[in-house]
């Protein structure tokens, strides 16, 4: 089973739309450059892939995860609560969201 750098599953493929085949090819590409740690690259194509299916579940949370590594807690959070709206089951999604709104709470620790 594919896992992202945070050790979770991917959330559902099921992109929907005309073409799910290459739908589901760029968020399997999305997801890959999310696992390699990637995170410019995955929101990128997850941004292309929301371009074509703006409800995917799944491009919204890789975004939400990749804009969170990147610090980026607006889009961050946009994306995950988007996810979260789109898959209120999906734990992942939940814990995902939880750990972006604890970050936006903290403040920053300058060494």
């Not at 992109?15 to 696992?35: M, T």
């Amino acid at each position: 089973m594919i896992r992202l750098a945070d050790g979770s599953r991917p959330v559902s493929t099921d992109a929907g739309g005309p073409d799910v085949s290459e739908s589901a090819d760029r968020y399997a590409r999305a997801l890959d450059a999310c696992q390699r740690g990637q995170w410019l690259a995955a929101i990128e194509l997850a941004a292309d892939l929301l371009a074509q299916s703006p409800e995917h579940a799944g491009a919204h949370y890789i975004a939400g995860m990749a804009s969170l590594e990147l610090g980026r807690m607006p889009a961050a959070l946009g994306h995950l609560n988007r996810a979260a709206m789109l898959e209120p089951g999906r734990v992942q999604i939940a814990v995902a969201r939880a750990r972006a709104l604890s970050m936006a709470q903290m403040p920053a620790l300058d060494a």
